[in-house]
């Protein structure tokens, strides 16, 4: 197995497992254990943002995302590159809500407002997140096991 294929399918199984480990923090949050909470929650977004880097810079460094595909018969599709785009986008906009929540959740935190006014909205974006996580999880199952496996 290559680097790359180490890369993708490490990227794929974190995707997996993110909602399940979010939803857990959650757990915590509604027991008030806020601090583990928050350390799990900062610490499994850095995880992801770092794989994700991991993952760009191994598709670049192959020859673009085409390269890492190529052997596929569904690459040529309709139905994949939808899918392929849809997953991206639905990634892209999952990650940049987290990141509003977390980065929005520690100025907070540092004023000591919490729970305050930002409890409900971010209870609501945390939802949000989670939904994004379990639909970018089971995308990329499906983007890797046409890619790959089918």
Same mark, same amino acid.
């Given at each position: 197995?290559?680097?790359?294929?180490?890369?993708?399918?490490?990227?794929?199984?974190?995707?997996?497992?993110?909602?399940?480990?979010?939803?857990?923090?959650?757990?915590?949050?509604? =027991?008030?254990?806020?601090?583990?909470?928050?350390?799990?929650?900062? @610490? /499994?977004?850095?995880?992801?943002? &770092? %794989?994700?880097? *991991?993952?760009?810079?191994?598709?670049?460094?192959?020859?673009?995302?085409?390269?890492?595909? =190529?052997?596929?018969?569904?690459?040529?599709?309709?139905?994949?590159? @939808? /899918?392929?785009?849809?997953?991206? &986008? %639905?990634?892209? *906009?999952?990650?940049?809500?987290?990141?509003?929540?977390?980065?929005?959740?520690?100025?907070?935190?540092?004023?000591?407002?919490?729970?305050?006014?930002?409890?409900?909205?971010?209870?609501?974006?945390?939802?949000?997140?989670?939904?994004?996580?379990?639909?970018?999880?089971?995308?990329?199952?499906?983007?890797?096991?046409?890619?790959?496996?089918?």
């Amino acid at each position: 197995m290559n680097y790359s294929l180490i890369v993708v399918y490490g990227m794929l199984t974190l995707s997996i497992f993110t909602p399940f480990v979010a939803l857990y923090a959650v757990k915590l949050a509604k =027991e008030k254990k806020y601090a583990q909470h928050i350390k799990i929650q900062r @610490n /499994l977004f850095h995880t992801c943002v &770092t %794989g994700v880097i *991991l993952l760009e810079l191994t598709i670049r460094l192959s020859g673009g995302s085409g390269s890492l595909v =190529e052997s596929s018969p569904y690459i040529a599709t309709s139905f994949f590159k @939808n /899918l392929l785009w849809a997953h991206i &986008t %639905g990634a892209v *906009l999952t990650y940049i809500v987290w990141a509003f929540t977390i980065f929005k959740s520690g100025k907070q935190n540092k004023k000591s407002n919490l729970p305050g006014k930002f409890r409900i909205t971010h209870r609501k974006l945390g939802y949000f997140v989670i939904i994004g996580l379990f639909y970018t999880g089971i995308t990329a199952f499906i983007v890797c096991a046409m890619a790959y496996f089918l």
